[in-house]
Every structure is written in C-alpha cells, then in structure tokens.
T-cell receptor, first 116, second 109 residues
C-alpha cells in the first residue's frame, strides 16, 4: 500500500501564532511531497513541492517566508504556517509520490486550520 | 500554465448514469486523473489516463482524448454514496498536479 498520514487533523490557533503540520509516508519512502491548500467550495491549489534534503519549490504567489517547508527525511515533510492570520484558515493537504511512480500522488487526510 | 474546465454541478437519480466532462489546456502532459472528494475529506483516487481511450473500473470509467484536450468520467448505477465532488487533475512534465474546480454531483432517490 501507500499510506500518507497528517497530523494534526484539525487545529485552532490564535492570530499571530505559528502552526506546524506534519505529513508522513507510512509504508514507503517519498523523495517528493506536495503541499496543497483548499478553501471552502474551491479546488486544491498547489502551494509547494518538497524534496528531501533540498529547499522546497514554491508556486507563484505563495510566500516562502510565511509557509516554511522542511523535508528532513524520506518519510516526513512539515509545513509551518508562521504568524497565522484568519485568512490562512483553510484545509491543508499533503501528498507523496512513490519513487519510480512519480506520476501518482497519494494524499494525506488533510488538516483543517482555523485561525481566530 | 494549465487551464482545466469542468461543470460546477450535476444532479442525477439513483441508478442512473452521469458523465462529467473535463477539458484542459496544458503546457505539458503526463496524464489525467479523476478524484472523488467528500466534504471535509482528502481526495481519493478514481482513475488515471495517459493514453487515448477508455479505462473501465467497475461502475466508474474514464476516457481521454489527448488531441482534443478532453476527458470524461462516467459513473454508472449511481448510488447515494456517490454524492461528492469529482476533481479532474492534469499532471504536467514535472509531475505537478493542476486541479479543476470540481464538479459537485448530487444523487437523488
């Protein structure tokens, strides 16, 4: 199988604080992980591509200093939302690719972030 | 860039068939995916097409025409649990996925 987990599944934080979301590939090593954001009634928007051992590649319009991505191992990538604001409230989803099958992404269950 | 279009909403009766169309314009192509997403949950994989033609998997089928930039997802023998959002996504040369806005399918008894 190819299982991807995320933690936490939901989080509420106060405006101005930082929140870290973890994405783990449980039964395979993922050289590449992707981070998406989904606002209500909208589709998934790719935020960044995370490669193990190197800097993440951010999509146009995504602030790299606000959304810190660390891919420290082949099974773990983290997304830290710094100085969160209410407009950052969203559903954050990660996905991971199996080496040799990069065309297919396995999605985590998502993290619901609410900033008050 | 990528431009992916699909209808916003569709409604059908339990037991019926529904076809969701997707058209795309891309700068690179490495396959087209269909995902199902229930509210508040992550997308789940339904199908993958990289060559022209029809892929059938149980009640779900997906078709691709690369020359026309067109795909459809066919849902047969609709069940109430099929009420969900269906996302068309195109993989580019870097294996990045670009998603359409999604089609909300409502199945009525």
């Amino acid at each position: 199988g190819a299982v991807v987990s995320q933690h936490p599944s939901w989080v509420i934080c106060k405006s101005g604080t930082s929140v870290k979301i973890e994405c783990r590939s449980l039964d395979f090593q993922a050289t590449t992980m992707f981070w998406y954001r989904q606002f209500p009634k909208q589709s998934l928007m790719l935020m960044a591509t995370s490669n193990e051992g190197s800097k993440a590649t951010y999509e146009q319009g995504v602030e790299k200093d606000k959304f810190l991505i660390n891919h420290a191992s082949l099974t773990l990538s983290t997304l830290t939302v710094t100085s969160a604001h209410p407009e950052d409230s969203s559903f954050y989803i990660c996905s991971a690719s199996h080496p040799g099958q990069e065309y297919e992404q396995y999605f985590g269950p998502g993290t619901r972030l609410t900033v008050t | 860039g990528q431009n992916i279009d699909q209808p916003t909403e569709m409604t059908a009766t339990e037991g019926a068939i529904v076809q969701i169309n997707c058209t795309y314009q891309t700068s690179g192509f490495n396959g087209l995916f269909w995902y199902q997403q229930h509210a508040g949950e992550a997308p789940t994989f339904l199908s993958y097409n990289v060559l022209d033609g029809l892929e059938e998997k149980g009640r779900f089928s997906s078709f691709l025409s690369r020359s026309k930039g067109y795909s459809y997802l066919l849902l047969k023998e609709l069940q109430m649990k099929d009420s969900a959002s269906y996302l068309c996504a195109v993989s580019n040369n870097d294996y990045k996925l670009s998603f359409g806005a999604g089609t909300t399918v409502t199945v009525r008894a």
